[in-house]
């Protein structure tokens, strides 16, 4: 799909829109009623990983029809870095208590799978009864480690993608949809 309404800013930076506002529209509501069809009589405690998951996140909670807990973790990035050096850490932590409850954790983007497999041996040591996590993106052929979310909005090909709370230098996260940058905006290749 090319990319002509300028009428958004910053929209006239991206080469490809991957997916469309209306889309994501469209499969949040849907994510919600499969999400609270898992959850058929429980309180949820969801976890975002800030920042990028701040505005799906946002949307998806008022889709699921189901008692929310909410809170958030900030995980440090590794990609400054080259591609696969470095490991994320936990930079802010949680601040309710999470025992023997149902946590879902949310992210914006499964790509390497190492963030939501470290965030998720976490979560894990502090005895919840269930976790389930669910991503908007997955890049399925990036992954590095063995994970796959319970729940996927679109699973996308291997592209560097910003919008919808996905960050180039924090910039891009308020398009309302999901793209791919021109190239002469993109980063320099060990930015990955
Ligand atoms: P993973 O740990 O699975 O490799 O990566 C997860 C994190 O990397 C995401 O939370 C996101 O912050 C970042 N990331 C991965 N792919 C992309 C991408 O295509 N665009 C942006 N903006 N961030 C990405
Ligand atoms: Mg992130």
Redesign the pocket.
């Known amino acids: 799909m090319p990319a002509t309404n300028v009428v958004v800013p910053g929209i006239q930076d991206l080469e490809e829109i991957i997916v469309s506002e209306s889309m994501i529209k469209r499969r949040v509501r849907k994510l919600g009623e499969e999400i609270a069809a898992a959850y058929p009589d429980e309180e949820i405690t969801v976890v975002a990983?800030i920042n990028?998951a701040l505005l799906f996140a946002a949307d998806l909670l008022r889709e699921i029809r189901r008692p929310i807990r909410l809170d958030c973790i900030r995980v440090s990035?590794y990609?400054n870095e080259t591609r696969s050096a470095g490991k994320?850490e936990i930079v802010h932590s949680l601040t309710i208590d999470i025992a023997n409850r149902h946590v879902l954790l949310i992210?914006?983007?499964?790509?390497?799978?190492?963030?939501?497999s470290v965030v998720v041996k976490l979560i894990k040591k502090l005895n919840p009864a269930s976790v389930k996590t669910c991503v908007l993106l997955d890049?399925k052929g990036?992954r590095e480690v063995d994970f796959e979310a319970d729940f996927v909005g679109f699973p996308i090909p291997d592209?560097?993608?910003?919008g919808y709370g996905?960050?180039?230098a924090e910039r891009y996260r308020n398009l309302p949809c999901v793209g791919v940058l021109k190239p002469h905006l993109q980063n320099p290749p060990e930015w990955r």
């Open positions: 990983i990028g990035s990609r994320p992210d914006d983007i499964l790509d390497t799978g190492k963030t939501l890049k990036r592209q560097f993608v910003v996905l960050d180039f």
